[in-house]
């Protein structure tokens, strides 16, 4: 996505390149060339594996990691040339939420929500008042006056969000925020997210390595491979048409739809002499995901589908499904024919004889 | 043993809390700024300034290196212009607390330095100064570790103090080594052992207590 979306852009990164001077190994890029836009009021996901970069790309938008080259501005200003009180005033305004949490110890859950405040140097009246509604917001007024070390992980992240808030941010930047949390703990936190989201209209930055995190919450999303940028745009487009090998490897963990061992192992990538099947990723996307297409297609086409494995998922409001088939490689082409005139995606993975 | 004698031992013993107590403040007085400088002005750290940092570190190995009974002595011309005098108790306090000083810098700067790094980029992400980091993030965080430090120093104050009788400092040190070996008073020996036992235990208990009272991390990490 790189032209701004038509609500205007409140993190941008241009031509952004981060190399570290890494001692007896030379220089080691950690990015190169990332251009990406992230609109205000997006959840915008980044998933990359360890070691890909977002992490270097996600704390140069508070100015953590400054770039080599290229630029970093978040509402308009530029967040690696600013430096002393004016860097300060941009990190008040980008609230961070941590894998780990980083709430302190020695304090309680008031006195971590607190801390923001404190530094920003806010009269304790105020400190008071606005302490008191962030609590209520995250849930945890029973547990206010206790310490990290009595929360469950759950709950040190709510405290973490909620401290993330206590500036009134206008961006908020989540590493890995639920990557050290249960299944049924990352969901409450995901929808607090959301809530947030929706309520004060805060952009949201994650990076993340579950492609799960990414369908569940993220309006846009960006694939990392590498220190680049290598597929990027709204979540339903890149689930419903991946282009880049790593994006399909990460969304095969997703989708859960990976052949069968016993095919994956026998499938060619070029037709062979004779009798042979032809297998095929059908996607439905947008209204067409719950049509029964294939019976339509043995029905008026006579052919008969093989039906390997299969999904349908729901990405914000739209449903999409992914199915694996097989067909007769003779009538491959006629099959893939009816689909796409019905406003299927199909693509070819191979054969097998 | 005579009234006398319990009287010598008493004052003995205050002049010892004396000596720990005034040269223990001081020597937190300056060493808590030197351990919370060292623990953050390496290369890249909050204060980066690594040359002062060399320097610094340098100054507290050498300070720890020399034997105390030879602090003792070798630093009485700076003594006298500190104190006024180079004999007596309050005199003894000035070499105690140049001793306790870089020991207590280095314990400060091991608890900061156990603190999670992850809290102090939380912080910078916060916006924090360099300075309000270290008030409202590492000093709270390394409490616990800094109150048992502060312990550890104490009770090796009360062994050092024992030695400054060679410039007249008195004490419990002193009267067990004038009345117990010189004289051959095998009791008071006795009884300055069971004192010093008694105020080594106490502060070690207190010490404990209070760094238990203000850890409020999971029971797993306690006791660093």
């Keep these: 996505m790189p032209e701004p979306t038509s609500t205007g852009a409140a993190i941008r990164f241009d031509a952004v390149e981060k190399a570290f001077d890494a001692s007896g190994r030379g220089r080691v890029v950690a990015l190169s060339d990332v251009t990406l836009d992230i609109g205000a009021g997006d959840i915008c996901g980044i998933i990359g594996r360890s070691g ?39 990190r008040r305004e980008v609230g961070m939420i941590f894998q780990h949490f980083n709430l302190l110890a020695s304090r309680t859950v008031y006195g971590n929500i607190a801390l923001p405040l404190e530094i920003a140097g806010l009269p304790s009246g ?38 993330a808030l206590a500036t009134q941010p206008k961006v908020l930047l989540s590493d890995e925020a639920t990557s050290a949390l249960d299944p049924e703990t990352t969901q409450t936190v ?5 809530d947030i989201n929706r309520d004060l209209g805060l952009t949201i930055l994650l990076i993340t390595h579950e492609m799960a995190v990414v369908r ?46 016993f095919i994956a192992s026998r499938m060619q990538d070029s037709r062979p002499d004779g009798a042979s099947e032809e297998v095929i990723r059908v996607t439905f996307a947008g209204s067409h995901a719950t049509d029964p297409m294939l019976a339509k297609l043995t029905g008026e086409m006579g052919i008969s589908v093989n039906i390997l494995a299969g999904a349908i998922e729901e990405i914000g409001p739209h449903p999409f499904g992914n199915l694996l088939i097989s067909v ?18 199909t693509e070819v993975l191979g054969y097998v004889r | 043993m005579s009234a006398n004698l319990i009287a010598l031992l008493y004052d003995a013993t205050l002049q010892t809390l004396y000596m720990v107590a005034i040269s223990a403040i001081l ?33 507290v190995n050498a300070a720890r290196s020399v034997p105390f009974i030879i602090l003792v002595v070798a630093i009485i011309p700076f003594t006298r212009l500190i104190a006024g005098t180079s004999i007596g108790t309050t005199a003894a306090i000035v070499p105690l607390t140049i001793a306790a000083t870089p020991f207590i810098a280095r314990l400060v700067e ?70 117990g070996y010189q004289r051959f008073m095998p009791d008071v020996m006795l009884a300055v052992v069971v004192i010093l036992i008694v105020m080594v235990q106490l502060v070690q208990s207190i010490g404990e207590w209070i760094a238990a009272r203000v850890d409020k991390r999971a029971p797993r990490n306690r006791g660093n």
């Design chain 1, 52 to 90: 890909a970069g977002k992490s270097t790309l996600l704390r140069m938008v508070n100015g953590l990691e400054v770039p080599t080259s290229g630029t970093v501005t978040v509402g308009g200003r530029d967040v690696g040339r600013a430096s002393g009180a004016d860097l300060r005033a941009i």
């Design chain 1, 126 to 163: 105020q400190i008071k008042q606005r302490v008191t509604d962030l609590i209520a917001r995250v849930g945890l007024e029973a547990q206010a006056n206790r310490y990290p070390a009595e929360l469950s992980g759950g709950q040190k992240q709510r405290v973490g969000i909620a401290r």
């Design chain 1, 190 to 194: 995901l929808g607090l997210l959301r």
């Design chain 1, 216 to 261: 569940d919450i993220a309006s846009h999303m960006a694939v990392i491979d590498g220190g680049r940028i290598v597929e990027s745009g709204p979540t339903y487009d890149v689930f419903v048409q991946p282009k880049h090998p790593t994006t399909r490897s990460f969304l095969s963990g997703v989708t859960g739809i990976t052949l069968p061992a």
């Design chain 1, 328 to 345: 007769d490689a003779a009538r491959g082409s006629d099959a893939r024919e009816y689909l796409q005139r019905h406003g299927l995606l």
């Design chain 2, 27 to 59: 020597g937190t007085v300056l060493g808590l700024p030197l351990g919370v400088f060292l623990a953050t002005s390496q290369r890249g750290e909050l204060l980066s300034s690594p040359l002062l940092n060399k320097v610094l570190g340098l100054v």
């Design chain 2, 110 to 179: 091991n608890a900061i330095r156990e603190v999670d790094a992850g809290l102090i980029e939380a912080a910078r992400a916060m916006g924090a100064t360099p300075y309000q980091i270290i008030r409202k993030v590492l000093v709270p965080e390394a409490l616990p570790g800094i109150t048992l430090g502060l312990t550890l120093a104490v009770v090796s104050l009360i062994g050092y103090s024992a030695m400054v009788g060679a410039v007249g400092g008195e004490g419990l040190g002193d009267l067990g080594i004038r009345y």
